[in-house]
T-cell receptor
């Protein structure tokens, strides 16, 4: 059973395209994290959100608590955005820990 | 900007040997975590640590694993007798209460 589902699993885009990655979860949460993992393996936190919308540069993250769904958008995508994007949720039902989605592999071609 | 550091970046060991993975969390953070990622799989929680004790652990974190914060700055993960299936990337993370998690760069453990 996957507590955190991401779609798509793989995504190839042309440079400049608008990209959307989706995340659905099954329990009430206190926070949702969007993370970026580069080919070298390191993980960087992009956003932590519990409601509404956050924007940082070309990245926008939204969350709908009632629908248990979040989206990560990348505007004007660039080859350097190529990475694995991971959704993870923090819920008291899971204890004091993050539960991770399987990740979305994004490749942006020039 | 403060960051979480981990050493070594890559550790190769023989099956049955003990390994210690080291992490230096961000200095004013209070919660500390170890995660692992087997190649090609998703990141999995191992253990969380707060106020000098384990607050949560997964079923992966059996008696072969232990954590310690020996000196108020380092946070270590010890695997007593490594198995082939322990080969993975191990990430340390730290956070303030209800805060964003800051991840270290990871230690790649290879068990031969």
């Amino acid at each position: 059973k996957n507590e955190v589902e991401q779609s798509p699993q793989n995504l190839t885009a042309q440079e400049g395209e608008f990209i959307t990655i989706n995340c659905s979860y099954s329990v009430g949460i206190s926070a949702l994290h969007w993370l970026q993992q580069h080919p070298g393996g390191g993980i960087v936190s992009l956003f932590m959100l519990s409601s509404g919308k956050k924007k940082h540069g070309r990245l926008i993250a939204t969350i709908n608590i009632q629908e248990k769904h979040s989206s990560l958008h990348i505007t004007a995508s660039h080859p350097r955005d190529s990475a694995v994007y991971i959704c993870a949720v923090f819920s008291l039902e899971y204890g004091n820990k993050l539960v991770f989605g399987a990740g979305t592999i994004l490749r942006v071609k020039s | 900007e403060p960051e979480v550091t981990q050493t070594p970046s890559h550790q190769v060991t023989q099956m049955g040997q003990e390994v210690i993975l080291r992490c230096v969390p961000i200095s004013n953070h209070l919660y500390f975590y170890w995660y692992r990622q087997i190649l090609g799989q998703k990141v999995e929680f191992l253990v969380s640590f707060y106020n000098n004790e384990i607050s949560e652990k997964s079923e992966i974190f059996d008696d072969q694993f232990s954590v310690e914060r020996p000196d108020g700055s380092n946070f270590t993960l010890k695997i007593r007798s490594t198995k082939l299936e322990d080969s993975a990337m191990y990430f340390c993370a730290s956070t303030l209460p209800r805060g964003e998690q800051f991840f270290g760069p990871g230690t790649r453990l290879t068990v031969l």
